[in-house]
């Protein structure tokens, strides 16, 4: 089953612009984690906001989470042509670590040089 | 963070036939390992946990018999897909947790296409 929805379900912007991206989720939770997938590839970990934070930072990426309206935002500053890309949100099933992750329906960023 | 490879990247087989595909974890020991599935445009489905010297726990909606799981070493989980049909075809990911994080690290996927 999937955890909950993204939107937008696509963004394309200009190199220099920031992206938003947002997740929403169904059940409580202990963290969600952010994960990035080039076109064809596997996925790479992002970053992860545990559930008594709301705002993390790395870098470029800034996370913000609202256990109260059960969603997370990822935002990319100054976007570069590299972070074109498929983004997905994650929790993990049972709230434990080791378990297998439930992910969102993903947002394709297309930054245009 | 683990390493994890998968071999083929990519596979075209006929229908009716059978085709393996493997997950290693390269640099470290995993008990368990995930299977998941994603179709074009979608996101991420988990087909099946894969767990070291045990059977392999699968999702609803997932038949046991068609997606054959064997995690016999630490290392190594492989899934083959038995008798494939088309509507078989998608991206294959596996991902093993990591020890003493929540992440998880994925293969590079294998894109299976039956024809």
């Known amino acids: 089953s999937q955890q909950g929805e993204e939107d937008p379900q696509a963004l394309s912007i200009q190199e220099g612009e920031n992206a938003t991206m947002n997740c929403s989720y169904k059940?409580?939770?202990?963290?969600l984690q952010w994960y990035r997938q080039n076109s064809g590839r596997g996925l790479v970990h992002l970053i992860l906001?545990?559930?008594?934070?709301r705002e993390k930072h790395s870098g470029r990426l800034r996370v913000t989470l609202d256990t109260s309206k059960k969603s997370s935002s990822l935002l990319i500053t100054a976007s570069r042509a590299a972070d074109t890309a498929s983004y997905f949100c994650a929790t993990e099933t049972d709230n434990q670590a080791g378990t297998a992750l439930i992910f969102g329906k993903g947002t394709t960023l297309s930054v245009s040089s | 963070g683990a390493v994890v490879s998968q071999h083929p990247s990519r596979v075209i087989c006929k229908s009716g036939t059978s085709v393996k595909i493997e997950c290693r974890s390269l640099?470290?020991?995993?008990?368990?390992m995930f299977w998941y599935r994603q179709f074009p445009k979608q996101s991420l489905m988990l087909m099946a946990t894969s767990n070291e010297g045990s059977k392999a726990t699968y999702e609803q909606g997932v038949e046991k018999d068609k997606f054959l799981i064997n995690h016999a070493s630490l290392t190594l989980s492989t899934l083959t897909v038995t008798s494939a049909h088309p509507e078989d075809s998608s991206f294959y990911i596996c991902?093993?947790?990591?020890?003493?994080?929540?992440?998880?690290?994925f293969g590079p996927g294998t894109r299976l296409t039956v024809t």
């Open positions: 906001i545990r559930s008594n934070e």
């Open positions: 640099d470290f020991q995993a008990t368990t």
């Open positions: 991902s093993v947790p990591g020890q003493s994080s929540h992440e998880q690290y």
């Open positions: 059940t409580s939770i202990n963290n």
